[in-house]
């Protein structure tokens, strides 16, 4: 007889912190450690993820996140430090908690042999789930990816939107208590973005526990309740996205553009202007918490920049204050 | 509801922790499940498998047995074709599951990232193992029967204890997909699939399969009688003749022992590979 991993019930505040209050953390990390021959990728992490929420680790290529995930994922073992996944221990509870994980890869790895219902079928018996069950759930889940129609299509001819969404609803079959999420959105296009997004806020509603990474302020913002910003392995802030923002830049940002070959060397002449200003190779970014004032003071001294344009503060921001250097390079 | 998948983790994890081989779920037969799913459509070109020993069989055992005349084989004179059947269906299983185990397994493992996906669920590394040299045999099987029956309507079957072939064959291709499958997870490109051409051919022709071992010189008697595909030869040859001897016990004795160490060797190292 299967088992469906028991559900977590949707919070009647919406707030993750009645959860923690109440329950258990679905994920707990005290110095955690993943270290390969020749480098330590995740080097000493603190995390902890309540029920219920959106958690996103967000941090440039090679941060860590992806060694993060999988660990979690119960498919690479922490070098050091204590990890509980679901209460259990991943080095001698692997395979019951990946009964109760779904996974959806930085890659997809559908099945290309399989069709599109194949795809779903077979997965959900890797978790010996009965087949009567299976297809149950595949035409559920079929209907939540918009996919129904192309059921019994093969993988390969889909477009990457379409097999992102396949890739969920694969590992939605055994109603996972976390849906673990590496990179869902990369190498897709606006639109695609957004039907995955309402995807996923939907599977939060219903109560499914969120992680995932990106190297997108935006997502980082719109999918995650809280998130942790990692660098070279290690977290190097925590907190809401509207909170880090709070604490780590200011309201507004102005971003400088000049007719320059060396942005540093204009430094100079908006020094007073903003709070803090930071250097990029092709503009300068003045942190201020009223952009407009920032401009006429700008006009006032007789600069005359390429572009000037007047922006909220993002998580990009509290990135490059942090680490000095931008997301995706 | 109770959990099929947990508690089966249950009892299949205690054994495990207890084997010096890697952790699995004891499910290997949903992986069994996929690739018949996969099969299903592919089915063409597995049939051709079943075709390359019926040809041999007539082009060696018909054709050549008319100018060949009488052999001697364990003891009597039999047809060419009767001495040769045998060999044929044990080279066939052992070519079969070494095609499976190699080819359709590297590119499930470098291309198709298969086991990646299946091992984020219950499955392990040894599931993994378990269930691709399962299906691997259980191809084999199927071919071996049919092959079998071609071969009784050849005239090349003397002994009812034929039927005990199957399984013999079976065994053939535990041996090599699993020892097949296992050096799969060595290689880096196509290219090196030749090694595996290299050290298969040679066994194909020289293992006793066309002629006695008794043709050799002393000296290379010993080397033929200490590659894998002599037993299987051997042993399948012992059954369709009805010769049942003390040398059976070491044919099948020397098959289990390479199945079970390519089996255990292969888990390891779908392992090593991805669970790092």
């Given at each position: 007889m299967?088992?469906e991993?028991?559900?977590?019930?949707?919070?009647?505040t919406?707030?993750?912190?009645y959860?923690?209050?109440?329950?258990e953390?679905?994920?707990?990390?005290r110095?955690?450690?993943?270290?390969?021959d020749?480098f330590?990728?995740?080097?000493?992490?603190d995390?902890?993820?309540?029920?219920?929420?959106?958690?996103?680790?967000?941090?440039?290529?090679?941060?860590?996140?992806?060694?993060t995930?999988?660990?979690?994922g119960?498919?690479?073992?922490?070098?050091?430090?204590?990890?509980?996944?679901?209460?259990?221990d991943?080095r001698?509870?692997?395979?019951r908690?990946?009964?109760?994980?779904g996974?959806v890869?930085q890659?997809?790895?559908?099945?290309e042999?399989?069709?599109?219902?194949?795809?779903i079928?077979v997965?959900?018996?890797y978790?010996g789930?009965?087949?009567?069950l299976?297809?149950?759930?595949?035409?559920?889940?079929?209907?939540?990816?918009?996919?129904?129609?192309?059921?019994?299509s093969?993988?390969?001819p889909?477009?990457?939107?379409?097999?992102?969404?396949l890739?969920i609803?694969?590992?939605?079959?055994n109603?996972?208590?976390?849906?673990?999420?590496?990179?869902?959105?990369?190498?897709?296009?606006?639109?695609a973005?957004?039907?995955l997004?309402?995807?996923?806020?939907?599977?939060?509603?219903?109560?499914?526990?969120l992680?995932?990474?990106?190297?997108?302020?935006?997502?980082?913002?719109?999918?995650?309740?809280?998130?942790?910003?990692?660098?070279?392995?290690?977290?190097v802030?925590?907190?809401?996205?509207?909170a880090?923002?709070?604490?780590?830049?200011?309201r507004?940002?102005?971003?400088l553009?000049?007719?320059?070959?060396?942005?540093a060397?204009?430094?100079?002449e908006?020094?007073?202007?903003?709070?803090?200003?930071?250097?990029?190779?092709?503009?300068l970014?003045?942190?201020t918490?009223?952009?407009?004032?920032?401009?006429?003071?700008l006009?006032r001294r007789?600069?005359?920049?390429?572009?000037?344009?007047?922006?909220?503060?993002?998580?990009?921001?509290?990135?490059?204050?942090?680490?000095?250097?931008t997301?995706?390079? | 509801?109770?959990?099929p998948a947990?508690?089966?983790?249950?009892?299949?994890g205690?054994?495990?922790?207890a084997?010096?081989?890697?952790?699995?779920?004891?499910?290997?037969?949903?992986?069994?499940?996929?690739?018949y799913?996969?099969?299903?459509?592919?089915w063409v070109?597995?049939?051709?498998?079943f075709?390359?020993?019926v040809?041999?069989l007539?082009?060696?055992?018909?054709?050549?047995?008319?100018?060949?005349?009488?052999?001697?084989?364990?003891?009597?004179?039999?047809?060419?074709?009767?001495?040769?059947?045998?060999?044929l269906?044990?080279?066939?299983?052992?070519?079969?599951?070494?095609f499976?185990?190699?080819?359709n397994?590297f590119?499930?493992?470098k291309?198709?990232k298969l086991?990646?996906s299946?091992?984020a669920?219950?499955?392990?590394?040894?599931?993994?193992?378990?269930?691709?040299?399962?299906?691997?045999?259980?191809?084999g099987?199927?071919?071996?029967a049919?092959f079998?029956?071609?071969?009784?309507l050849?005239?090349?079957?003397?002994?009812?204890?034929?039927?005990l072939?199957?399984?013999?064959?079976?065994?053939?291709?535990w041996?090599?997909?699993?020892i097949?499958?296992?050096?799969?997870?060595?290689?880096?490109?196509?290219a090196?699939?030749?090694y595996?051409?290299l050290?298969?051919?040679?066994?194909?022709?020289?293992?006793?399969?066309f002629?006695?071992?008794?043709?050799?010189?002393?000296?290379l008697?010993?080397?033929?009688?200490?590659?894998?595909?002599?037993?299987?030869?051997?042993?399948?040859?012992?059954?369709?003749?009805?010769?049942?001897?003390?040398?059976l016990?070491?044919?099948?004795?020397?098959?289990?022992?390479?199945?079970?160490?390519?089996?255990?060797?292969?888990?390891?190292?779908?392992?090593?590979?991805?669970?790092?």
């Amino acid at each position: 007889m299967p088992v469906e991993p028991p559900q977590v019930p949707a919070d009647p505040t919406g707030s993750p912190t009645y959860e923690s209050a109440t329950r258990e953390p679905m994920i707990r990390a005290r110095g955690l450690v993943k270290a390969f021959d020749d480098f330590t990728a995740v080097d000493g992490i603190d995390v902890e993820v309540r029920p219920g929420e959106a958690f996103g680790f967000l941090g440039p290529n090679g941060a860590g996140k992806s060694s993060t995930m999988r660990m979690i994922g119960c498919v690479s073992p922490p070098t050091a430090g204590e990890l509980t996944v679901l209460g259990m221990d991943p080095r001698t509870d692997g395979p019951r908690i990946r009964a109760g994980l779904g996974v959806v890869p930085q890659r997809d790895s559908l099945d290309e042999e399989l069709t599109v219902e194949e795809n779903i079928w077979v997965y959900g018996r890797y978790f010996g789930l009965p087949r009567r069950l299976v297809r149950e759930r595949a035409a559920e889940l079929l209907e939540f990816a918009q996919l129904t129609d192309r059921a019994r299509s093969v993988v390969e001819p889909l477009s990457g939107g379409m097999k992102r969404r396949l890739t969920i609803a694969r590992a939605l079959v055994n109603s996972p208590r976390i849906l673990l999420l590496d990179e869902p959105t990369t190498g897709l296009d606006p639109q695609a973005r957004h039907v995955l997004w309402d995807r996923l806020f939907r599977l939060k509603r219903e109560g499914v526990t969120l992680v995932l990474t990106t190297h997108y302020m935006d997502e980082a913002e719109q999918l995650c309740d809280r998130l942790v910003v990692m660098d070279h392995g290690r977290i190097v802030a925590e907190g809401s996205p509207s909170a880090l923002i709070a604490q780590h830049s200011t309201r507004e940002v102005l971003e400088l553009r000049f007719d320059t070959a060396d942005h540093a060397a204009r430094l100079g002449e908006v020094d007073g202007i903003a709070e803090r200003v930071e250097v990029l190779p092709d503009r300068l970014l003045l942190y201020t918490a009223d952009g407009e004032a920032a401009q006429s003071e700008l006009h006032r001294r007789g600069l005359e920049p390429l572009a000037a344009l007047v922006r909220r503060s993002t998580l990009e921001d509290v990135f490059l204050h942090l680490t000095g250097r931008t997301l995706v390079d | 509801m109770a959990a099929p998948a947990q508690g089966r983790v249950g009892v299949a994890g205690r054994l495990a922790r207890a084997l010096p081989v890697p952790a699995g779920a004891g499910m290997a037969r949903m992986l069994v499940e996929r690739n018949y799913r996969s099969f299903r459509r592919t089915w063409v070109i597995i049939v051709s498998g079943f075709f390359e020993p019926v040809f041999f069989l007539f082009a060696m055992g018909v054709g050549i047995g008319s100018l060949v005349g009488d052999v001697e084989a364990d003891g009597r004179l039999v047809p060419y074709v009767v001495f040769v059947a045998p060999a044929l269906l044990a080279a066939s299983a052992m070519n079969g599951a070494v095609f499976d185990s190699t080819t359709n397994v590297f590119f499930k493992l470098k291309y198709a990232k298969l086991y990646d996906s299946v091992l984020a669920t219950p499955l392990g590394p040894r599931d993994v193992a378990v269930g691709e040299i399962a299906w691997a045999l259980l191809r084999g099987l199927v071919y071996s029967a049919a092959f079998l029956v071609v071969a009784a309507l050849a005239g090349a079957v003397t002994s009812p204890l034929a039927l005990l072939a199957v399984p013999a064959a079976t065994l053939i291709g535990w041996a090599f997909a699993s020892i097949g499958m296992a050096a799969t997870t060595y290689m880096r490109t196509w290219a090196d699939f030749d090694y595996v051409q290299l050290a298969i051919l040679p066994m194909f022709l020289f293992s006793a399969t066309f002629f006695p071992l008794e043709t050799y010189p002393p000296a290379l008697q010993g080397v033929v009688q200490a590659t894998p595909l002599f037993h299987g030869v051997a042993m399948v040859r012992d059954l369709m003749l009805g010769q049942v001897g003390a040398d059976l016990l070491v044919h099948v004795t020397y098959l289990v022992v390479l199945g079970l160490v390519g089996t255990a060797w292969t888990a390891r190292r779908i392992e090593r590979l991805l669970l790092r």
